[in-house]
């Protein structure tokens, strides 16, 4: 569809300025301060989240942003269409400073992300796509490929998890008896990259996250032929109570 190629245009120029005006300030001794939930925050959330903001504005949509919603609070119900934006996805690892940190930014119709771009600042990189087919990692420098989900091979699936927020018994109950290839261990939206680009398999997030933080992640994996499920394997969608996830799981093809 043409509106989505533009509108996919207008947010990667937003991810790679919004991801240089992280790394500005990355480079920096920058300060730490602390949300109204205890979650931490920094000036390249605001920064990033402006230059976003200053995009999307561009098309009348409504934006529902992390910072955003810290200051003026989140709608009582989801519009039909809205963006949704992590300026800075993975704070914990960007104050780390291990690179793993992302920008997202995703268009949410009728409760399904029809269009998303995850931006790795730290790599000069970007997953990005617009619906089926669609799904694309482009570097810095302009050199662009398809990317396309796996089946998961014979001799087991590999598992992306999370840096910051896993819970290793958990995460063994859920995982069974399935056969498991190999493990990576990563922050941020990367792990949804990860499986669309057939590097993993299987990304389980069993504990609660903000839509903002997934919805991106989303486009680009369905794109690539993968899906997201709840827990009891239903459709994850968008525009819930307090656009706030529960458990999903990320799957590559089959």
């Known amino acids: 569809m043409a509106e989505y190629d533009e509108l996919l245009e207008l947010i990667e120029r937003a991810a790679w300025k919004a991801g240089d005006a992280i790394l500005e300030i990355y480079e920096t001794d920058f300060d730490v301060a602390r949300k109204s939930d205890r979650s931490p925050v920094t000036q390249a959330d605001a920064a990033a989240e402006a230059i976003i903001i200053e995009h999307l504005r561009l098309v009348g949509t409504t934006v529902i942003a992390e910072e955003l919603a810290e200051r003026e609070g989140l709608p009582e ?11 800075l996805d993975g704070t914990k690892e960007f104050i780390k400073k291990n690179g793993e940190f992302t920008v ?8 399904v992300p029809v269009l998303g771009v995850v ?83 299987l990304y389980p997030r069993l504990g609660p996250t903000m839509e903002w933080d997934t919805a991106a992640g989303q486009a680009v994996l369905e794109a690539a032929g993968g899906r997201v499920e709840t827990l009891d394997g239903k459709p994850f969608r968008y525009g819930k109570p307090g656009f706030r996830n529960t458990g999903f799981v990320a799957l590559g093809r089959g």
């Open 104 to 111: 997202n930014i995703a268009l949410v119709e009728h409760g």
């Open 119 to 201: 931006g790795i600042p730290a790599k000069g990189l970007i997953y990005a796509a617009s619906g089926p087919g669609t799904a694309h990692k482009k570097h810095r420098d302009g050199a662009t490929r398809p990317i396309a989900a796996r089946s998961c091979p014979e001799a087991g699936a590999t598992i992306a998890y999370s840096r910051s927020h896993a819970d290793m018994a958990e995460l063994e109950a859920f995982l069974g008896s399935r056969r498991v290839a190999d493990r990576i261990v990563a922050g941020s939206a990367l792990k949804f990259c990860l499986v669309a680009e057939g590097v993993a398999d």
């Open 77 to 87: 119900v989801a519009p039909d269409r809205f963006w949704l934006v992590d300026p």
